[in-house]
Each structure stands twice: as structure tokens, then as C-alpha cells.
């Protein structure tokens, strides 16, 4: 996988499933609640009201507290959200690999990207056979077809005159038709049956398919269509398109008998019947509107006209009272989305008094080793690390002032001491003068309610290795797959995955100022890009050594470590160590 693109493929199905969630308990109830609204309420709402489960299968419009997101976000690791590894290329320096970083492998897809990879090839294929399938039939259709005759055609301008059409379609006629169509949403075209009607049938006939036209009935089936085919696993979603093939029809009916008068409704059931034979051309039913559908329907809908009456003033009101209910319950239902802070926003929170860290000793100081304690404390780490690096020296805890941060880099390890290099080569090949980067105030770079530090700046005990060392950064905790935003606007200078760090990015603003954000489950930025403040760069994760999910965060101020919790004065942190 790409860099970053493990990380966008897990936002976009989670967006996926709970946007297919929503729409269908949108659906389940408008299918529950249709035996009571059915005969109190017009075709024309029954109709229309499924574009709001629809819209809501396709728009991932959402708050940002939803029902469906709630149930999304938690799905299970190997399913979706977390154990995505990113390897990072570009990361060779002069004479091979940095010390202590290991080369990136191609790691095997996870389930997640696999169900990814298996609903977009089907999703494809369905999009295309449908767009293949009905530019065929357009074109069987054309071929086959003449234009209508003279009294047709003044008949039909009359029609179009009445409904308000500013766009004419195309008038046609094919013998093969069994049933007049209108079919094209560019290029709208009304083709007539063979058989020969009266000036009323053919009347009706016209009120029909123009009205259609005049709704742009084929651009809903075209947005039904795409939901079928992005939703092909969700059995509700075909339901859907059942219902909204019938309602179309019904809904067409009495569009048309609303202006008809007796002898004329009369006229247009006879028209149906007469429409009611197998076709001579094979049609894709659902992307093209058919006055009768091969007999289908036909009994209900000849009721339907024999029994028309218009709704009354309550039962409008009743449908705008349903679909504001509707509307409402479409938008709590919501959908999956990362949630991200706005560039610029302010999270203000009482600042409280933080708890002090230790200094570690520098490099020329003596390191005390337990008396009856490893002879090489790095073989240790080595070799629960499974990397051979430099020797790591423990580090005596001092008395010295602990707000001050650890001198220059003393302490690092061999992996943090060769990210530093790297970082100082890449700003220096950088002509910050020339970018003018923002002087922005930094941004927190996860959601408020994250912020629990469960490792401080300064010298701590190793979850892992179980050794004194220096900790030059924070550690948040947060879960898995929660966004992670850059504090501010600048330049990618390193998107890797190293043994101690795991997928880590470092952003550059000049001056030797960064931020390096480390074991993440994903990076979504490459090295060279160019990032906003607020912008996400990686999804947390516990990758690299660490023993739980959380996000580790340093900071450089030309060049020197500063502690990342007074950078960030209105963000009141607690802390509760949890050897991560």
C-alpha cells in the first residue's frame, strides 16, 4: 500500500458502513409505516419522501456526534480501524539506512484493505454494466426509431406548452416498443409505441411521459442506481429500489388524472391496457421510464385511477410534519467522520498545574548500573526490540531543577539520535524564506477530550525494556484510529517507520522548529508535502515500541527538545501512568 493510503481507505469504509446503516433504518421504517400511509397520503410524497433515505445512503453529511458514526468508530482492529502498517520510501541516507530505522518491507493487506479492495472492484463493475447497459439500449432504441408524424407532433408541443416544459425532448417513434419510454437525461427523448391511438389516449400517453420529464424522474433513477451500486451489499438498498420504481409510476398517475377529467381518465386506463404486452426490445427497467412495465402493477394502478380522488389539506400537512420527522432522524443518524478541529480553533480549558519531570543526565555524565543488574543493558533491548543498535546507556535521575527539558540530546537512543540528523538535514535543504510560513499558535493536535499523558517529558522507566532512559517526548493516550491534526502549517520532512518510533511523521516550519508525531497506525502525509494547520497527518496506534494505543508527540525549538505540555497552556492535562 501506499503511504497514507491505508489510512484513507479505513476513513472511506467506515464512512461507507455507517452511511449503508443509516439508510437502512431510514428504510426499515418508511417500509413499516407504509401499510398506515398508503391510502392517507399522495403518491407524490410516498414518492418522493425515499430520496430522504437516498440522500442520506450517498451524502456523508453528518454532526459530528452521530448515532451511526458512535457504532462505526468501534469496529474491530483487523476489521477496519487499526494494525494498518505504513512503510515510507525516500528514507535512505549517504551510505545506506540510518542506524537504529529498519528498511520498510511491503506488508501484506489487512482484511480491512482487503474489504476495501473487493467492495470498490464490485462496485465498479456494477457502475459500469449499468452505464454499458443503458447506453446500448439508447442506442437500440435511436436505431430503431422515426420521428413522429406531424399531428403528433403539434400535440405534443401543446402538452409541453401546458406542463411548463422550457426543454423540449425529442419525439419518437419505434413499432417494436410495446409501451411508450421516456429514457435520457441530457438529451431527453419521448418514444411512442407503434400502435395506432386517439387523439385522448395519445394525450394521456404524452401527460405521462412528459411528466417525468418535467420531475427529471431519470435523474433520480440514475442517484438510485449509484446507491445500489456502492451500497451492492446491503439487501435493504434493493428494496429501496423496488419501492421507488412503483411509487414512480403511482405518483406519475396521479400527476397526470389530477388534470384530467372523466372521458380523459377513462381514455388514459385504456391506454395502459393497451400498453400492457411484451416488449420487442430488452430495457434496463430500472434506469428507463416505461408507461407500463409489462403488466406489472396494472390491476393496482387501474384501481388507483378508478378510485382517484385529490388529498386533503390535513394529509399535506401530515406528509410536511412526517417529512421534517424524517429529515431530523436522517441527520442524528448521521455518518462516520474523522473528527477534526477547525483551522484556528480555540480549545479553552482551565489550565492546571502540571506534574514536573525529571531531568536525565547528560552524555558526559556517568550512568549508575544495578550491582547485580545486565553487564550491557542494550543487549537487553536489543534483543527484546529484535534490532541490533548502538549501546544505550541507562540514565542516572539527578536532583537538578525538573522543569528544565534534558540538555541538547542526551540520552536518545540510537533511533532518535539518528531521526535528529535526518531532521537537521532535511530543514537545512529547505528555503524557508521562500515558503513564508505561517506564524500560527499552536493548534492541539488531537480532539479536546484526549488528554490523559501517560508518559511525561523527561526520564522515565521502559515499558519494554524495563530501563531508565530519556523520554523526549509526550505520550497522549487516545484510540485507535483517532485523527491526529498537525499543530501547524508547514513541510512533511520526514513520513517513516522506524523500530522504536513506528509510523511517524516529522513536519518542519524553519528555524529549526518541528513536530514529530510517532506510533501511529497510519500516516496519511509524504515527505515534501506541504500541510495546513489543523490537517490530519496520521491516526493514532501503537506500532513501533510501545504496548498501547496513544500518541507520542515531540517538539524542537531550534533544534532542542522543549516539553510539549508548555506549548500547549490551554489544554488541562491529567496524568495517569500506564507504562505505554
Not at 37 to 65: D, G, H, K
Not at 181 to 209: I, T, Y
Not at 506 to 516: E, F, I, N, P, T
Not at 549 to 569: C, K, Y
Amino acid at each position: 500500500m501506499g503511504e497514507g493510503r491505508a489510512g484513507v481507505m479505513t476513513a472511506a469504509m467506515k464512512t461507507l458502513v455507517s452511511l449503508s446503516l443509516s439508510g437502512s433504518v431510514l428504510i426499515a421504517l418508511l417500509l413499516a409505516l407504509r401499510p398506515l400511509l398508503r391510502r392517507r397520503l399522495s403518491r407524490r410524497w410516498q414518492y418522493y419522501i425515499w430520496l430522504v433515505p437516498l440522500l442520506r445512503l450517498l451524502v456523508p453529511f453528518t454532526p459530528r456526534a452521530s448515532l451511526s458514526g458512535a457504532l462505526v468508530v468501534e469496529l474491530p482492529a483487523a476489521g477496519i480501524a487499526a494494525g494498518v502498517w505504513m512503510g515510507a520510501p525516500d528514507m535512505a541516507a549517504p551510505g545506506g539506512m540510518p542506524p537504529g530505522i529498519t528498511p520498510a518491507a511491503a506488508p501484506a493487506p489487512t482484511p480491512g484493505e482487503l474489504a476495501a479492495l473487493i467492495w470498490a472492484a464490485v462496485a465498479a463493475v456494477l457502475l459500469l454494466r449499468a452505464a454499458l447497459g443503458y447506453r446500448r439500449y439508447l442506442r437500440e432504441l435511436r436505431m430503431g426509431s422515426r420521428p413522429a408524424g406531424d399531428g403528433a407532433q403539434t400535440l405534443f408541443r401543446e402538452v409541453c406548452a401546458a406542463l411548463g416544459l422550457r426543454r423540449i425532448p425529442t419525439l419518437l417513434v419505434n413499432p417494436a416498443l410495446a409501451s411508450p419510454v421516456q429514457a435520457g437525461v441530457l438529451r431527453p427523448m419521448v418514444v411512442l409505441s407503434g400502435d395506432a391511438q386517439s387523439g385522448k389516449e395519445l394525450r394521456a400517453v404524452l401527460l405521462h411521459e412528459l411528466t417525468h420529464c418535467r420531475r427529471l424522474d431519470a435523474l433520480y433513477k440514475w442517484l438510485l442506481e449509484a446507491a445500489v451500486c456502492l451500497h451492492w451489499f446491503n439487501p435493504l438498498v434493493r428494496l429501496l429500489r423496488r419501492e421507488i420504481g412503483r411509487d414512480c409510476e403511482l405518483s406519475c398517475d396521479e400527476a397526470v388524472l389530477a388534470r384530467l377529467d372523466g372521458p380523459a381518465r377513462r381514455a388514459y386506463g385504456s391506454a395502459l391496457l393497451a400498453a400492457a404486452r411484451p416488449a420487442g426490445i430488452s430495457r434496463p427497467r430500472a434506469l428507463t421510464l416505461s408507461m407500463s412495465d409489462d403488466g406489472k402493477q396494472l390491476k393496482q394502478r387501474l384501481e388507483f385511477i378508478m378510485n382517484f380522488k385529490k388529498k386533503t389539506a390535513g394529509a399535506i400537512a401530515a406528509g410536511v410534519f412526517l417529512t421534517a420527522v424524517l429529515c431530523v432522524g436522517a441527520v442524528l443518524l448521521g455518518a462516520y467522520t474523522e473528527d477534526l478541529p477547525a483551522p484556528g480553533e480555540s480549545m479553552v480549558v482551565v489550565s492546571e498545574p502540571m506534574l514536573p519531570s525529571r531531568e536525565p543526565a547528560g552524555p558526559d555524565e556517568t550512568p549508575s548500573t544495578p550491582p547485580d543488574g545486565p553487564a550491557d543493558p542494550s543487549a537487553e533491548s536489543a534483543a527484546l526490540s529484535g534490532v541490533v543498535t548502538e549501546p544505550e546507556p541507562t540514565v542516572e535521575i539527578t536532583d537538578s531543577d525538573p522543569s528544565e527539558p534534558p540538555a541538547g540530546n542526551g540520552g536518545e537512543s540510537a533511533e532518535q539520535a539518528a531521526v535528529s540528523t535526518l531532521i537537521a538535514e532535511k530543514s537545512a535543504e529547505i528555503d524557508w524564506d521562500a515558503l513564508s510560513i505561517a506564524d500560527e499558535a499552536p493548534a492541539y493536535p488531537l480532539d479536546s477530550a484526549y488528554r490523559t499523558v501517560s508518559n511525561a517529558y523527561g526520564s522515565r522507566i521502559h515499558p519494554i525494556t524495563g530501563l531508565i532512559h530519556s523520554h523526549p517526548g509526550i505520550d497522549i493516550r487516545a484510540d485507535s484510529g483517532a485523527a491526529v491534526c498537525a499543530t501547524r502549517s508547514g513541510v512533511v520532512l520526514l513520513s517513516a517507520y522506524g523500530t522504536e518510533y513506528g509510523n511517524y511523521v516529522v513536519v518542519g516550519y524553519g528555524d529549526g522548529d518541528s513536530v514529530l508525531y510517532a506510533q501511529m497506525t497510519a500516516n496519511t502525509v509524504s515527505e515534501g508535502d506541504s500541510v495546513t494547520q489543523g490537517q490530519v497527518v496520521g491516526y493514532v496506534g501503537k506500532t513501533g515500541m510501545a504496548t498501547g494505543d496513544h500518541l507520542h508527540l515531540e517538539l524542537r525549538e531550534g533544534g532542542a527538545r522543549v516539553d510539549p505540555e508548555t506549548r500547549f497552556s490551554d489544554i488541562s492535562f491529567t496524568h495517569e501512568y500506564s507504562g505505554e
